[in-house]
Nanobody, 126 residues
Framework: QVQLVESGGGLVQAGDSLRLSCVASGRTFSNYAMGWFRQASGKEREFVTA????????VYTDSVQGRFTISRDSAKNTVYLQMNSLKPEDTAVYYC???????????????????WGQGTQVTVSS
């Protein structure tokens, strides 16, 4: 079992920055990758970004490329999402997720992840 706890969400204005954190506990030695997804009100959950645990390789959805940065601190079992130049359309509940092994799904697909956090709300006002 892996437990994930997100923090760092809040209400900001367009153009501001936020940094989300996700702390993993439990069987973290088997983490393969961690990702961030978001779900806006009335919309489906969508992929934001992911990072592989051992190599640090990253992937981003086009809408956040150049504005968001994912990073991890292996010693702290923590993944971060630095969000700059926030836009109102970034408003959503942000979830972190962990994939602990091989999967037939890619890192961009929610089915690739087997543990999820409870989510943290990010609201960007115009």
């Amino acid at each position: 079992q892996v437990q994930l706890v997100e923090s760092g969400g809040g209400l900001v204005q367009a153009g501001d920055s936020l940094r989300l954190s996700c702390v993993a506990s439990g069987r973290t030695f088997s983490n393969y990758a961690m990702g961030w997804f978001r779900q806006a009100s009335g919309k489906e959950r969508e992929f934001v970004t992911a990072i592989t645990w051992t190599t640090g390789a990253t992937v981003y959805t086009d809408s956040v490329q150049g504005r968001f940065t994912i990073s991890r601190d292996s010693a702290k079992n923590t993944v971060y999402l630095q969000m700059n130049s926030l836009k109102p359309e970034d408003t959503a509940v942000y979830y972190c997720a962990v994939r602990t092994g091989r999967s037939i799904y890619t890192l961009l697909q929610s089915n690739a992840y087997n543990y999820w956090g409870q989510g943290t709300q990010v609201t960007v006002s115009s």
